[in-house]
């Protein structure tokens, strides 16, 4: 009986250590160290249930296959505990690799959260571009066209400016032509003086001869007057003389002739000089007045110089004020659910198929525009109806102001539409909306009938 109550417990002592080394395996040094005392408590009792086994053997007899079995299950015990120890060293490293990985992912969810933040901020950066690349866009196409407008100015004073370059080409050519004419009679002129500088050397030449001849008669003469006595003698020689005389005289005649061809020469060459004189009298007016024609060329493009430079200057702060100039514009259809009204009361219509709303100033959710500057705005619009036998019309509001009402009547099947414009001063912030009377009905779809449009003429 006591054998079996020491087999009891000792049964008992291996169960309790075996629960207390299962419940200790998540535990740290404080752990191990309570291990520890507790393997020595289970050795002591294992030492004391053999102590008692030894007290209780000397005083009943047990048997010796008992005291084996309990030597074994001790072994076992033993065995067991430091497969348990292995146990937890081999958990503790498993809980550190846990650890680790958690401490890795928790870092990977770290840096996902900072790529999705940079993702988004990526995201929103690239909404912002478009819409800036919009605005530039449209910006771009304002400029092009201001472009486009300066370069037909251009087009315009090149045209006047190559006008201007060909008449004084056509000028530099005639008065090309009247230098190569002055140069001509020039040339003539210098060959008439030669000319008339030989006739003057002849008529020099027949004068003193003719002199040569005055001074023979006289000495003749002086001969035949102290000669009278001598006729008879000279009579042989009146012959020879008159024959002489005669050759003289026709010499003279000659000479006369001579000097009258040279004098119709002259008069010709006279006549030649005066025709000249007043060629060149003409060209030196011709020069003249080509001269004041290059003058008021020249005075001309300078003018149109300094209009370049103004226009250019124009341009500029053309340029600059647009630049700084609020750009404002909007045009929206209204639906494409088709029939609109006819209602009990009057609405505010919402054009909400937007197909330019630059400057932001329309909101299609409420159908209203809202002047951001104020200035001189163009609005325009057009509503349709095809209901037979029903009203078509549509308000424009200037904040609670009607401004306008377009109605009309369709008394037949088919299409009526009205429209208007109106050019409005409104101040920043005033509002424009265009609004449905009660008892009228509309109609739009895919086609776009019902147009409501604006922009800014100028800032005020």
């Not at 100015?153 to 005639?174: G, M, Q, W």
């Not at 409420?366 to 078509?392: D, E, M």
Request: with cysteine.
């Amino acid at each position: 009986m006591r054998s079996a109550a020491v087999f009891l417990a000792l049964l008992l002592c291996l169960q309790w250590t075996w629960a207390q080394g299962e419940s200790g395996e998540g535990t740290g040094t404080d752990a191990e160290t309570e291990g520890g005392n507790r393997q020595e408590e289970v050795h002591f009792e294992i030492q004391g249930v053999g102590a008692a086994h030894d007290q209780s053997s000397s005083q009943t007899n047990i048997s010796p296959d008992i005291w084996a079995e309990l030597k074994e299950l001790r072994d076992m015990a033993i065995e067991q505990k430091v497969e348990l120890r292995n146990s937890k060293s081999k958990i503790e490293k498993l809980e550190q690799e846990n650890a680790a990985t958690q401490a890795r992912l928790t870092a990977s969810e770290s840096k996902n959260a900072v790529l999705e933040s940079r993702v988004n901020t990526s995201e929103n950066l690239v909404a912002q571009l478009r819409r800036e690349n919009m605005v530039l866009e449209t910006r771009m196409s304002s400029s092009e066209n201001e472009v486009a407008e300066l370069k037909r100015e251009n087009a315009d004073l090149l045209a006047r400016v190559t006008a201007s370059e060909n008449k004084i080409t056509d000028l530099l050519a005639r008065v090309t032509t009247c230098e190569n004419k002055i140069t001509v009679l020039e040339t003539r002129m210098s060959s008439s003086e030669n000319e008339v500088a030989e006739l003057k050397r002849q008529n020099a030449d027949l004068l003193a001869r003719v002199t040569a001849s005055e001074n023979k008669i006289t000495v003749l003469e002086t001969r035949m007057s102290s000669s009278e006595n001598e006729v008879a003698e000279l009579k042989r020689e009146n012959a020879d003389l008159l024959a002489r005389v005669t050759a003289s005289e026709n010499k003279i005649t000659d000479l006369l002739a001579r000097v009258t061809t040279c004098e119709n020469k002259i008069t010709v060459l006279e006549t030649r000089m005066s025709s000249s004189e007043n060629e060149v009298a003409e060209l030196k007016r011709e020069n003249a007045d080509l001269l004041a024609r290059v003058t008021a060329s020249e005075n001309k493009i300078t003018v149109l110089e300094t209009r370049m430079s103004s226009s250019e200057n124009e341009v500029a702060e053309l340029k600059r004020e647009n630049a700084d100039r609020p750009k404002v514009a909007f045009s929206a259809g209204l639906t494409n659910a088709g029939p609109v009204g006819p209602f009990d009361t009057e609405i505010t219509l919402k054009f909400s198929k937007v197909f330019t709303n630059i400057g932001q100033a329309y909101s299609p959710t409420t159908g209203i525009f809202t002047a951001p500057v104020r200035g001189v705005y163009y609005f325009r619009f057009t509503v349709l109806g095809i209901c037979p036998s029903a009203w078509i019309g549509a308000y424009l509001y200037h904040n609670e102001k009607k401004m306008t009402r377009n109605y009309d009547y369709n008394d037949e099947h088919g299409h009526v539409s009205v429209s208007n414009a109106l050019i409005l001063q409104l101040e920043k912030g005033d509002v424009v909306y265009m609004a449905l009377p009660s008892g009228h009905g509309i109609f739009d779809d895919s086609n776009n009938y019902n147009i409501f449009s604006g922009f800014l003429l100028f800032a005020l």
